[in-house]
């Protein structure tokens, strides 16, 4: 059923939306059609992706969702999920600024307050005040969203919406190798072959480094890296073994968050490499400090992405060919399904979920 068969009791429009109430309490909800502010567009979406991050707020949350009043949003649930978002403008910002009405496009989801000394040093993922659309404001898991005008990408002729959809995780893969002094001929490693590390492995081989490992405990994730390009893809007791046999990576990037992967990828740096963690985890690791600080390494965390900085380059890569995403697709679901398939397929291992897209027309 379409919107315009919805009206709320004062007359509005509603849309159906998944919302996260609490832990283990995600719902398909008729809500009011999103109103945009001045320079805000109203976006219908089409595809958004789900991703850990998500099923991790579902299982055990509430995580980034925030558990007192946020600055900006001033509530805390029940909160739109979704962050991987593609859409094309139904409105456009009533400032004049952004892309007009039928465009497609990447909306923005790091909001920062525009004001304090890290957004004014276009640091806005740091911002003490940071909102983030699908974790502390309404997201992209709905038939429509509204966000920034001027930040939302609009997405090339040619490029699939569906493909397009990958341009947030693909921004992550940019950002996380951004972190590097160079990547040119650089030796990497990549520790965690979801859609993250198969993104962060095919990121880095378009820019000229060689990627000569793949780590991950489950074989068709390992063979669908060593089929984009890796030279070797190993578990993660093979790659224990391996470690002072290697010689070390210059670079390696942690993806996965589980246990012990960390410190896998610490030992798998060579002396005076560098260690970029993306995985998150909700409990502490381990980690050797005594090789850390004599063997000069360096450990630095990668996280929220900047629309211009990141995720227009992620955007290029894919609209450019040079970064193919099309098979990282393994499920598409609809919106009504997010809750009983999407979660369930992403927290089965073995229905070997790269990309999960959440059709919300």
Known sequence: MGFDDHRD??????????????????????????????????????????????LEEYREGPIAIPVVPHPRRGSVAPIVLGHEIVGVVHTAAADGSGPPAGTLVIPDVVIGCGTCSWCLRHEEGLCPSLAVRGQTEDGGLAEYMVARASTCLQVPDGVPAEHAALTEPTAVAVRALRKLDRLVGARIAVVGAGAVGQLVARVAAASGARVELVVDTRPARRERAQRGGATETLDPSTAWSRVHSAGGYDAVIECSGGDGALALALALARRGGTVVALGIKSRPDELDTTSLVLAEKRLVGSAAHLWDDDCRPALDLIASGRVEVGDLISHRISLAAVVADGFGILADPTAEALKVLVDCR
């Not at 309490?25 to 958004?48: G, K, N, S, T």
């Open 9 to 54: 009791a004062s007359g509005g429009e509603q849309v159906i939306a998944a919302r996260w109430h609490a832990r283990g309490d995600v719902r398909i909800e008729d809500v009011p059609r999103p109103v945009p502010a001045p320079d805000e567009a109203l976006v219908q979406v089409l595809w958004c992706g789900i991703c850990g991050t998500d």
